[in-house]
Every structure is written in C-alpha cells, then in structure tokens.
C-alpha cells in the first residue's frame, strides 16, 4: 500500500458527460501528479502540483482540469468526455516538487461508452 | 523535446536467467532525472530508482542494478538472477530537473515475462 488513495476505483460514464477524479496523497507529501495510460498513447504525464500550485503541464486536453486543495488533495476534471478518454488514470505523490521518489495510487479506471 | 526509447517490446526469460532491459534517452537539458518504474499485472506503479544526470554511478540494489552512461545516453537495468515475481511491464523516464521538473516522459515499456 503507497499510502496514496484515489477514487473512485472504476466509473462507466456516456460521452457527453463529465466527472472527477480525487486523489489523496501520503501524509506529508505536498507534490500531487496526474498520469494518463491508455493501449494507444502509454503513459502520459498530464499535471503535477505543489503545495497548491500548478508546477508543470504535459500533454492535458483543454477539456481537462485539475486543482489541489489546501488540505493538499487532488480532483482531476475530465470534460465533454470522448470515447478515446477512456484510459486508466494514475495519481501519484511525492515529498518535494523535483525529482523526488512518487507513490503510485491504485489508479481509476475510466470508461467511457 | 525529450524522448525515453524502450526498443524491446517484450522479453522473456527462464527464472535464474540475467535480464537487461534497454532505456535510450534524448533531451536538450544539462540537468534531468531518469526513472525506472515497475508494472506488475496487479497494476499498481512503484517507483524504482532514480538517477540525477550528475550521477553516473552505477547503482545495485538486491538484483537489480543500474547503468547509466551520459556518454550514449543510456540508462539500462540488469535483473540478476530472475525470478517469476519480476514478471511486469517495466517503464524507463526522463524528467526535467528545473521549473518543469515534475513532467515526465516515459518510454513504452518492456514487458518482462520470466518462466519457472
């Protein structure tokens, strides 16, 4: 267990719709990152966050959103959903904003039909 | 832009057998981190090294080790003595080390299959 939490752990959504995904980071840690993985793009960095503030930005369709709270908590926002969104998404955490060791959540498992 | 190359796609081995797996990488920076993560089938990341761009010494931990030359740009991981518990997609990444240090670049993976 990495002491990272996402949920929800699956979620089966229609194009159109939106949702969100929220992830708590290890106690202690003030970096949040988001990763995409899908069959056909691998694994994509989307957005890393510290204390806060938006630190980096990776390949993050505009119709995606994400912001950390002051509790240091995570929600990322996916929009106008497509059927090529449907991917597993990754949270991780990390103590520092630079090339710290990250912890890996379980991932959600996005579908969209 | 930065690039992390895993050429093998798939490797498969018989348990005891020494594995390495490749990891070419391209960038523009002076300074950069490189990662090795890995993918069990459960799923779930784990962090397994990284590497400051600074550091060229070779690392081992256990039965894994890590060379990494600046020179060509390379960052490979040898498995000693494989066993079926290593069987996982494993992924190589580069990092910015300044303002954008938290964008990563991953390679496509080596999906590592070792036999009993």
């Known amino acids: 267990d990495s002491g990272v939490t996402q949920t929800p752990k699956h979620l089966i959504t229609a194009t159109g719709q939106r949702v969100t995904l929220r992830c708590s980071p290890r106690s202690g840690d003030l970096s949040v990152y988001w990763y995409q993985q899908s069959l056909d793009q691998g694994l994509q960095f989307l957005i890393h966050y510290y204390n806060g503030e938006e630190r980096a930005k990776g390949n993050i369709l505009e119709r995606f959103s994400a912001q950390q709270f002051p509790d240091l908590h995570s929600e990322l926002n996916l929009s106008s959903l497509e059927l090529g969104d449907s991917a597993l998404y990754f949270c991780?955490?990390?103590?520092?904003?630079?090339?710290?060791?990250?912890?890996f959540g379980p991932g959600t498992r996005l579908t969209v039909l | 832009a930065q690039k992390v190359t895993q050429a093998q796609t798939e490797i498969s081995v018989v348990e005891k057998e020494d594995v390495t797996l490749d990891c070419v990488y391209e960038t523009r920076d002076t300074t950069y981190y490189l990662f090795w993560y890995k993918q069990p089938p459960s799923g779930e990341l784990v962090f397994l090294i990284r590497r400051n761009s600074f550091d060229e010494q070779n690392e081992i931990s256990g039965r894994y080790s890590w060379n990494f030359q600046k020179s060509t740009s390379s960052f490979n991981f040898t498995i000693t003595a494989s066993q079926v518990v290593d069987s996982a997609v494993y992924f190589c990444a580069l990092s910015e080390a300044d303002t954008n240090a938290g964008k990563s670049t991953f390679g496509d993976g080596t999906t590592l299959t070792v036999k009993p």
């Open positions: 991780a955490s990390s103590a520092g904003d630079r090339g710290d060791e990250q912890f």
